[in-house]
């Protein structure tokens, strides 16, 4: 079973899982909260599919777009699965991971620096 974790959505993520032909996805509002609610989203598929993390053989992660912080969220959450779980991680992108311990480490693609100060009125 493979995990795809998305995160670059302005206001939403998204979770799928694939094995095969079928593809389940769950998607959920998550408006400057993603950090809150990937790992419960990524939990809630799992259990609807009667599936536990250690049947994960493979996890995918959206490495493009988004804001700083939602894509750095969800390549951090996507390695430290891999990490934990002792299983490879992949740039949706197609970009080569690195290798490192013998494991794969995705790093983000930022397309712009970070945004981490409020604009003076």
């Known amino acids: ?4 974790i998305d995160t670059t959505g302005k ?3 998204e979770v799928a899982l694939g094995d095969g032909d079928r593809i389940f996805k769950k998607r959920a509002a998550a408006f400057r909260k993603q950090s809150e609610k990937l790992l419960p989203l990524i939990g809630k598929i ?3 599919r009667n599936l536990g993390l250690e049947e994960l053989e493979k996890i995918m992660v959206k ?3 988004g804001s700083f912080t939602s894509l750095r969220i969800g390549v951090a959450t996507a390695n430290a699965l891999g990490f934990a779980l002792r299983i490879p991680v992949e740039a949706a992108s197609g970009r080569m991971a690195r290798r490192a311990a013998g494991l794969s480490v995705v790093e983000p693609a ?3 620096g970070p945004n981490i100060t409020l604009k003076k009125t």
């Open 46 to 48: 799992l259990r609807e």
């Open 11 to 13: 206001d939403s993520i």
């Open 1 to 4: 079973m493979i995990l795809y």
């Open 110 to 112: 930022y397309d712009k």
């Open 63 to 65: 490495d493009q777009g």
